[in-house]
């Protein structure tokens, strides 16, 4: 008789904490769940199923409890990640609308710069460096403009003190190269355009148009300014009108007269005159044509005139006179007789003649000069082998370089 034994029935182990048939055998009869973490061990009679919980954090790889939720969630998160990004697009864009609106307006090619002039502020007694000079301008579409300034820097610091627009005060909105005359430190007038009379206020620091203010009462010029021209050996100033008539203005008299004769004695009775000049003394031919740096006085009440050599025995090769008054003289000399010798700058003593200080010889170009409350301001300008540097050296009384407002050629 054959001996049979029971057959057991053949079930699957699962985890007892979540059901889960996959697990791992640590030793004989003793698992380890790979969902849950749950530890559990059979008896020897498979009867009972002990465990030992402990909650883990998943294995990178495993999978995750189930969540219900996690649909939800996610739909929520991409329909305001879809909201973040449209509003910050629009933004962006509104940003990006208004810059380039504004660039087209603002943003502006580097200012050209066509004329300049150095001048005191008789304010505060500092040295201003006056620059006209257009902004090219583009709206888009092919549209453009061209605004003209008139810039005032501090020669001292270089600061901006101010940018006008020319055309706020009355100047023709235009490109118009100005020249300039100064009958005293505050009063300072230049022509523009050939028939603008323009005066520069020196404690302002604008530029202003009185052409219509200046010839208001004067019958002869009710047809309109045709030409304006500086007399530069005299204070007056030649006036055409519209019908082609020439007339004699005397800025500091406030006078207007219309003939050379008229002018001419004006000018001998109502000014005394005391300069200096480079010209020849006597018989051109006993001189040898030389030039001589020549002291003129004349007496207004007396109409006597005298004249006298400054520096005599003394030889100059192209020499300018760029500022004097009553107790200062600077004059400008080149060091050779060359075509274009390097310029050296020497203050004159008015009574003896003798040079008080002279600056290092240099090639430069000297056009203005100011006094100033630091000694003298003056504007120059290199050649084409120092890459057109310009600005204007500030000079104490006693010949020292102060300061040097050096622009580069394309400011």
Not at 201 to 212: G, H, I, S
Request: glycine share 6%; hydrophobic share 35%.
């Amino acid at each position: 008789m054959l001996n049979h034994e029971m057959a057991k029935d053949i079930k699957a182990i699962v985890c007892p904490s979540c059901g889960s048939v996959y697990k791992q055998e640590l030793k004989p009869d003793f698992y380890k769940c790979q969902n849950c973490g749950t530890e559990y061990y059979l008896d020897n009679d498979d009867k009972h199923i002990y465990h030992h919980h402990e909650t883990l954090r998943p294995l990178p790889g495993s999978t995750p409890p189930n969540n219900t939720m996690m649909p939800v969630y996610i739909l929520i998160g991409a329909v305001l990640v879809i909201i973040v990004a449209y509003f910050t697009v629009a933004i962006w864009q509104s940003k990006s609308t208004n810059t380039n609106i504004n660039t087209l307006r603002v943003y502006k090619a580097p200012r050209m710069f066509y004329n300049s002039f150095v001048y005191t502020n008789t304010l505060t007694g500092d040295p201003v460096y006056l620059r006209l000079g257009s902004d090219y301008i583009s709206h888009g579409n092919d549209k453009s403009e061209q605004e003209y300034h008139a810039q005032f820097n501090n020669v001292g610091n270089g600061h901006l003190i101010a940018d006008r627009i020319i055309g706020d005060d009355g100047l023709n909105n235009k490109h118009c190269l100005l020249t300039f005359k100064t009958y005293s430190p505050d009063v300072i007038y230049a022509i523009g355009c050939n028939a603008q009379l323009i005066q520069l206020d020196t404690r302002d620091n604008r530029l202003t148009d009185v052409t219509k203010l200046a010839f208001k009462d004067y019958p002869p010029l009710n047809s309109g300014v045709a030409r304006l021209e500086f007399d530069y050996n005299s204070d007056m100033i030649i006036v055409m009108n519209n019908e082609g008539n020439s007339y004699y203005y005397f800025p500091t008299l406030g006078k207007l007269v219309d003939s050379h004769a008229q002018a001419d004695s004006v000018w001998k009775k109502q000014f005394d005159r005391h300069f200096f000049e480079f010209a020849s003394l006597g018989d051109d031919i006993n001189n040898n044509n030389a030039i001589q740096l020549l002291e003129t006085k004349y007496d207004k009440n007396t109409g006597q005139k005298m004249q006298r050599n400054l520096t005599p025995n003394r030889k100059y090769f192209n020499p300018k006179i760029i500022y004097q008054d009553k107790n200062n003289l600077l004059i400008t000399a080149g060091t050779t007789a060359a075509a274009d010798p390097p310029v050296t700058v020497q203050s004159i003593d008015v009574e003896t003649g003798k040079i008080k200080w002279a600056l290092p010889p240099d090639r430069y170009n000297l056009s203005a000069c100011a006094k100033c409350k630091q000694g003298f301001a003056l504007e120059y300008r290199k050649s084409a082998e120092d890459d057109y540097v310009h600005g204007v050296l500030v000079i104490s009384g006693e010949g020292k370089l102060l300061y040097n407002y050096k622009l580069a050629r394309t400011e």
